[in-house]
């Protein structure tokens, strides 16, 4: 069974930079897609950024040019940082992966962008 632990939430001044890291039970290797999501208040789950074995990177368009998603295999965990943080950043995120078992997710960890 495939688990996967958040860490790095917070409060984070507009123009900072957000890190968060997703520690992946079991390893990276036997995954098909590893990547981010966050709910703001109030709306909808989205696409952070994603990377795949088999498929391009993907990302949304509100974090492209400010973002990356670093993996480390030796480490079994996934990192997301978002440079120039804005306060619609502000959301709960979710690490996500995938399987020819299943979906994914971690419990979420809170991310505010405030001054």
């Known amino acids: 069974q495939v688990q996967l632990v958040e860490s790095g939430g917070g409060v984070v001044q507009p123009g900072g930079s957000l890190r968060l890291s997703c520690v992946v039970s079991?390893?990276?290797?036997?995954?098909?897609?590893i990547g981010w999501y966050r709910q703001a208040p109030g709306k909808q789950r989205e696409l952070v950024a994603r990377?795949?074995?088999?498929?391009?990177?993907r990302s949304s368009d509100s974090v492209k040019g400010r973002f990356s998603i670093p993996r480390d295999n030796a480490k079994n965990t996934v990192t997301l940082q978002i440079d120039s943080v804005k306060p619609e950043d502000t959301a709960v995120y979710f690490c996500?992966?995938?399987?020819?078992?299943?979906?994914?997710w971690g419990q979420g960890t809170q991310v505010t962008v405030s001054s």
């Open positions: 079991g390893g990276l290797s036997s995954l098909y897609t």
């Open positions: 996500y992966a995938d399987d020819d078992r299943g979906d994914y």
């Open positions: 990377i795949s074995h088999a498929l391009p990177e």
